[in-house]
Protein backbone atom coordinates (compact mmCIF):
# COMPACT_ATOMS: atom_id res chain seq x y z
CA UNK A 1 0.00 0.00 0.00
CA UNK A 2 1.15 3.69 -0.88
CA UNK A 3 0.05 6.85 -0.29
CA UNK A 4 -1.80 8.48 -3.37
CA UNK A 5 0.24 11.33 -3.50
CA UNK A 6 3.65 9.22 -3.20
CA UNK A 7 2.23 7.41 -6.12
CA UNK A 8 1.32 10.09 -8.41
CA UNK A 9 4.71 12.02 -7.50
CA UNK A 10 6.52 8.72 -8.13
CA UNK A 11 5.27 7.86 -11.38
CA UNK A 12 5.97 11.45 -12.21
CA UNK A 13 2.67 12.87 -12.54
CA UNK A 14 3.92 16.03 -10.98
CA UNK A 15 5.81 17.53 -7.86
CA UNK A 16 4.82 16.00 -4.60
CA UNK A 17 3.07 19.72 -4.17
CA UNK A 18 1.66 19.61 -7.58
CA UNK A 19 -0.08 15.88 -7.28
CA UNK A 20 -1.76 17.15 -3.83
CA UNK A 21 -3.17 19.98 -6.14
CA UNK A 22 -4.43 17.70 -7.69
CA UNK A 23 -5.94 15.42 -5.93
CA UNK A 24 -7.72 17.85 -3.62
CA UNK A 25 -9.14 19.81 -7.41
CA UNK A 26 -11.24 16.49 -7.95
CA UNK A 27 -8.70 15.40 -10.46
CA UNK A 28 -7.67 12.07 -9.82
CA UNK A 29 -10.21 8.89 -9.16
CA UNK A 30 -9.48 5.49 -7.82
CA UNK A 31 -11.48 2.28 -9.26
CA UNK A 32 -13.52 4.72 -10.74
CA UNK A 33 -14.42 7.06 -7.34
CA UNK A 34 -12.76 10.95 -7.11
CA UNK A 35 -10.63 10.68 -4.11
CA UNK A 36 -10.10 14.15 -2.08
CA UNK A 37 -7.23 12.70 -0.14
CA UNK A 38 -3.70 13.02 -0.95
CA UNK A 39 -2.76 10.60 1.91
CA UNK A 40 -5.50 8.37 0.92
CA UNK A 41 -3.66 4.57 1.07
CA UNK A 42 -4.13 2.78 -2.67
CA UNK A 43 -3.15 -0.83 -3.05
CA UNK A 44 -0.32 -0.01 -5.96
CA UNK A 45 -0.91 -4.40 -7.48
CA UNK A 46 -4.34 -4.13 -7.67
CA UNK A 47 -6.20 -0.53 -7.86
CA UNK A 48 -6.23 1.79 -11.04
CA UNK A 49 -5.76 4.90 -10.63
CA UNK A 50 -6.68 7.99 -13.12
CA UNK A 51 -5.72 11.26 -12.93
CA UNK A 52 -8.13 13.61 -15.66
CA UNK A 53 -8.32 10.96 -18.36
CA UNK A 54 -5.27 8.98 -18.77
CA UNK A 55 -4.63 5.74 -16.43
CA UNK A 56 -1.22 5.92 -13.99
CA UNK A 57 0.00 2.59 -13.94
CA UNK A 58 2.42 1.92 -10.72
CA UNK A 59 6.37 0.31 -11.57
CA UNK A 60 8.07 -0.56 -8.64
CA UNK A 61 11.27 -0.98 -10.37
CA UNK A 62 12.68 0.27 -14.42
CA UNK A 63 15.77 -1.39 -16.10
CA UNK A 64 17.00 0.58 -19.16
CA UNK A 65 20.28 -0.54 -20.56
CA UNK A 66 21.71 2.95 -22.42
CA UNK A 67 24.33 3.10 -25.18
CA UNK A 68 25.37 6.88 -23.70
CA UNK A 69 26.45 9.20 -26.32
CA UNK A 70 29.43 11.39 -26.39
CA UNK A 71 28.20 14.86 -24.97
CA UNK A 72 26.01 14.06 -22.37
CA UNK A 73 26.64 13.57 -18.36
CA UNK A 74 26.27 11.18 -15.87
CA UNK A 75 23.31 12.52 -13.70
CA UNK A 76 20.03 13.23 -13.25
CA UNK A 77 19.42 16.43 -13.24
CA UNK A 78 22.17 19.38 -14.54
CA UNK A 79 21.90 23.02 -15.06
CA UNK A 80 23.36 22.89 -18.60
CA UNK A 81 23.43 19.56 -19.97
CA UNK A 82 21.40 17.34 -20.96
CA UNK A 83 21.66 14.17 -18.56
CA UNK A 84 21.53 10.03 -19.44
CA UNK A 85 18.12 10.26 -17.61
CA UNK A 86 16.64 12.85 -19.78
CA UNK A 87 17.41 10.44 -22.78
CA UNK A 88 15.28 8.14 -21.30
CA UNK A 89 11.72 8.96 -23.07
CA UNK A 90 9.73 6.18 -21.81
CA UNK A 91 10.84 6.22 -18.16
CA UNK A 92 7.38 5.97 -15.91
CA UNK A 93 9.73 6.65 -12.43
CA UNK A 94 10.95 10.08 -11.80
CA UNK A 95 13.88 8.92 -9.60
CA UNK A 96 15.69 7.15 -11.89
CA UNK A 97 19.96 7.58 -11.87
CA UNK A 98 22.89 6.27 -13.67
CA UNK A 99 24.33 3.28 -12.13
CA UNK A 100 28.10 4.26 -12.09
CA UNK A 101 29.41 7.20 -14.49
CA UNK A 102 31.17 8.00 -17.47
CA UNK A 103 32.65 10.78 -18.26
CA UNK A 104 30.74 13.75 -20.49
CA UNK A 105 32.67 12.43 -23.76
CA UNK A 106 32.36 8.67 -22.64
CA UNK A 107 30.25 6.37 -24.54
CA UNK A 108 28.79 2.98 -23.80
CA UNK A 109 26.89 1.11 -21.97
CA UNK A 110 25.26 2.75 -18.62
CA UNK A 111 22.42 1.02 -16.59
CA UNK A 112 19.71 3.27 -15.71
CA UNK A 113 17.51 2.55 -12.81
CA UNK A 114 15.95 3.36 -9.16
CA UNK A 115 17.36 -0.08 -7.63
CA UNK A 116 19.65 0.83 -5.07
CA UNK A 117 20.80 -1.81 -4.15
CA UNK A 118 21.31 -3.34 -7.71
CA UNK A 119 23.64 -0.36 -8.28
CA UNK A 120 25.44 -0.82 -4.69
CA UNK A 121 26.13 -4.33 -5.85
CA UNK A 122 27.64 -3.17 -8.57
CA UNK A 123 29.70 -0.62 -8.20
CA UNK A 124 30.84 -1.14 -4.47
CA UNK A 125 34.92 -2.26 -5.02
CA UNK A 126 34.48 -5.17 -2.47
CA UNK A 127 32.34 -6.85 -5.20
CA UNK A 128 35.09 -6.61 -7.66
CA UNK A 129 32.36 -6.39 -10.67
CA UNK A 130 34.62 -6.42 -14.18
CA UNK A 131 33.68 -2.96 -16.10
CA UNK A 132 35.20 -3.43 -19.12
CA UNK A 133 36.13 -0.88 -22.59
CA UNK A 134 36.90 -0.25 -25.39
CA UNK A 135 39.74 2.76 -26.13
CA UNK A 136 41.64 4.63 -28.66
CA UNK A 137 44.99 5.82 -26.93
CA UNK A 138 47.07 8.34 -28.68
CA UNK A 139 50.44 6.76 -28.74
CA UNK A 140 52.32 3.18 -28.58
CA UNK A 141 50.67 0.82 -25.99
CA UNK A 142 53.32 -2.20 -25.44
CA UNK A 143 53.39 -5.30 -23.30
CA UNK A 144 54.96 -3.55 -20.84
CA UNK A 145 52.15 -1.60 -20.14
CA UNK A 146 50.20 -4.94 -19.77
CA UNK A 147 52.56 -5.74 -17.19
CA UNK A 148 52.30 -2.45 -15.16
CA UNK A 149 48.19 -2.25 -15.46
CA UNK A 150 48.23 -5.70 -14.31
CA UNK A 151 50.26 -4.93 -11.23
CA UNK A 152 48.74 -1.39 -10.36
CA UNK A 153 49.25 2.19 -11.80
CA UNK A 154 49.67 5.11 -9.19
CA UNK A 155 47.29 7.72 -10.60
CA UNK A 156 48.38 10.06 -7.48
CA UNK A 157 51.13 11.72 -7.15
CA UNK A 158 54.49 10.61 -5.22
CA UNK A 159 53.66 12.54 -1.87
CA UNK A 160 49.91 11.33 -2.04
CA UNK A 161 50.04 7.79 -4.18
CA UNK A 162 46.89 6.24 -5.44
CA UNK A 163 46.85 2.72 -6.37
CA UNK A 164 44.40 1.00 -9.20
CA UNK A 165 43.95 -2.66 -8.51
CA UNK A 166 45.17 -4.73 -11.19
CA UNK A 167 43.63 -4.11 -14.47
CA UNK A 168 43.28 -6.25 -17.52
CA UNK A 169 44.74 -4.74 -20.45
CA UNK A 170 44.49 -6.14 -24.05
CA UNK A 171 46.12 -4.91 -27.37
CA UNK A 172 44.02 -4.95 -30.02
CA UNK A 173 46.49 -2.77 -32.52
CA UNK A 174 49.94 -1.40 -31.38
CA UNK A 175 51.29 2.33 -32.95
CA UNK A 176 50.95 5.48 -33.19
CA UNK A 177 47.19 5.05 -31.94
CA UNK A 178 46.73 2.26 -30.69
CA UNK A 179 43.36 0.56 -29.79
CA UNK A 180 43.14 -1.46 -26.74
CA UNK A 181 40.47 -3.40 -24.30
CA UNK A 182 41.11 -3.03 -20.59
CA UNK A 183 38.78 -4.66 -17.94
CA UNK A 184 38.77 -2.68 -14.42
CA UNK A 185 37.00 -3.90 -11.02
CA UNK A 186 36.40 -0.43 -9.47
CA UNK A 187 35.36 3.44 -10.88
CA UNK A 188 37.79 6.24 -9.94
CA UNK A 189 37.11 9.51 -11.13
CA UNK A 190 38.37 9.63 -14.79
CA UNK A 191 40.25 5.95 -13.79
CA UNK A 192 41.16 4.97 -17.59
CA UNK A 193 42.24 8.58 -18.66
CA UNK A 194 44.44 8.97 -15.87
CA UNK A 195 46.34 5.47 -15.75
CA UNK A 196 47.20 6.20 -19.51
CA UNK A 197 48.10 10.23 -18.30
CA UNK A 198 50.95 9.10 -16.14
CA UNK A 199 52.87 7.52 -19.02
CA UNK A 200 51.99 10.94 -21.19
CA UNK A 201 49.22 9.34 -23.07
CA UNK A 202 45.69 10.42 -24.17
CA UNK A 203 43.18 8.62 -24.45
CA UNK A 204 41.26 9.63 -27.30
CA UNK A 205 37.92 7.88 -27.86
CA UNK A 206 36.50 5.38 -24.51
CA UNK A 207 33.54 3.24 -24.41
CA UNK A 208 32.06 0.73 -22.07
CA UNK A 209 31.44 -1.89 -23.42
CA UNK A 210 30.34 -4.62 -20.40
CA UNK A 211 29.05 -4.00 -16.84
CA UNK A 212 29.36 -7.29 -14.82
CA UNK A 213 27.34 -10.16 -17.11
CA UNK A 214 25.51 -7.47 -19.17
CA UNK A 215 26.77 -6.29 -22.05
CA UNK A 216 26.47 -3.43 -24.41
CA UNK A 217 23.28 -4.26 -27.48
CA UNK A 218 25.13 -3.52 -30.06
CA UNK A 219 22.15 -2.68 -32.06
CA UNK A 220 21.75 0.32 -29.79
CA UNK A 221 23.00 3.02 -32.05
CA UNK A 222 24.55 6.00 -29.38
CA UNK A 223 21.52 7.60 -27.56
CA UNK A 224 19.46 4.98 -27.38
CA UNK A 225 17.93 2.62 -25.07
CA UNK A 226 16.04 -0.16 -24.01
CA UNK A 227 14.45 -2.01 -20.92
CA UNK A 228 16.86 -5.01 -19.50
CA UNK A 229 15.57 -8.22 -20.73
CA UNK A 230 14.34 -10.53 -17.91
CA UNK A 231 17.41 -12.75 -18.49
CA UNK A 232 20.00 -9.87 -18.07
CA UNK A 233 18.24 -8.61 -14.93
CA UNK A 234 18.10 -12.41 -13.16
CA UNK A 235 22.21 -12.89 -13.96
CA UNK A 236 22.87 -9.15 -12.91
N1 LIG B 1 37.58 5.92 -17.06
C1 LIG B 1 37.62 7.17 -17.55
O1 LIG B 1 38.65 7.82 -17.59
N2 LIG B 1 36.45 7.70 -17.98
C2 LIG B 1 35.29 7.04 -17.97
O2 LIG B 1 34.26 7.59 -18.40
C3 LIG B 1 35.27 5.74 -17.46
C4 LIG B 1 36.44 5.19 -17.00
Redo the contacts with the bound molecule.
Sequence with gaps: MIRLDKYLAEMGAGTRQEVKRYIRQGRIKVDGLTVKCPEMKVDEEIQKVVLDNTTIEYVSYEYYMLNKPAGVVSATEDPRDKTVVDLIKSRKRNDLFPVG???KD?EGLLLITNDGKLCHRLLSPKKHVDKC?YAVIDGRVTEADVKAFREGINIGTLDDEEWTRPAELKIIESGNISRIRLTIQE?RY?????MFRVSGRE?RY?K?ERMGTLTLDDSLKPGQYRALTKEELERL
Excluded at 190 to 194: E, N, S, Y
Design positions: RLDTYGHQIKRVLR
